[in-house]
């Protein structure tokens, strides 16, 4: 149980186009999603929150108007990348958080990741 | 603020054992997870400690404490495959995962 899936798994686009990248719950209901930003070498960077129904939380110095997030049912959020540019080629990686499916014991929370998304836009 | 702090990396032998510590700072503490992360992959779990003490789990143990603020990955008889990052992320009073860079651990045959 608890498989996030995400796709594409890999995209090529050019300056100035946008790219949509999806993530999916697949065996459950997540009461939040984030999305991360990951350059090579380099930690996990928390781009955003969102909750299903709701506005996505932003982390400071993530441009909203750049990267919009639909999280538009307890199973799916998007992210949208707009007017990509080179430096926004990186790995996207999303997790599902599901609250007490008991898989990790004691946990109040549980975090699940899809596979990722390696963006490269030239 | 918050801070998390890893080894950037370490070399070991495969069927050797190590041992990958880690401290924190957090604004409040529900529990502290441990991540591997194979270079071009996402993040799969290890372990979660939320009380003082050892948890084994296969190969793989995690100790916490919390009043030193300080946590360890054991690895057990090394296999090649256990080549990856490992990142440790304590969980904040909001319930968030605090992500440090991780440590890559490489091994050698």
């Known amino acids: 149980g608890a498989v996030v899936s995400q796709h594409p798994s890999w995209v090529i686009c050019k300056s100035g186009t946008s790219v949509k990248i999806e993530c999916r719950s697949l065996?459950?209901?997540?009461?939040?999603m984030f999305w991360y930003r990951q350059f090579p070498k380099q930690s996990l960077m928390l781009m955003a929150t969102s909750n299903e129904g709701s506005k996505a939380t932003y982390e400071q110095g993530v441009e909203k108007d750049k990267f919009l997030i639909n999280h538009a049912s307890l199973t799916l959020s998007t992210l949208t990348v707009t007017s990509a540019h080179p430096e926004d080629s990186s790995f996207y990686i999303c997790s599902a958080e599901s609250g007490g499916t008991g898989l990790i014991a004691g946990a109040p929370y549980e975090q699940y990741f899809g596979p990722g998304t390696r963006l490269t836009v030239t | 603020g918050q801070n998390i702090d890893q080894p950037t990396e370490m070399t070991a032998t495969e069927g050797a054992i190590v041992q990958i510590n880690c401290t924190y700072q957090?604004?409040?503490?529900?529990?502290l997870f441990w991540y591997q992360q194979h270079a071009g992959e996402a993040p799969t779990f290890l372990s979660y400690n939320v009380l003082d003490g050892l948890e084994e789990k296969g190969r793989f143990s995690s100790f916490l404490s919390r009043s030193k603020g300080y946590s360890y990955l054991l690895l057990k008889e090394l296999q090649m495959k256990d080549s990856a990052s490992y990142l440790c992320?304590?969980?904040?009073?909001?319930?968030?995962?605090?992500w440090g860079a991780g440590t890559k651990l490489i091994i050698k045959p």
């Open positions: 065996d459950f209901q997540a009461t939040t």
């Open positions: 992320a304590p969980m904040d009073s909001n319930y968030q995962l605090i």
């Open positions: 957090t604004s409040g503490f529900n529990g």
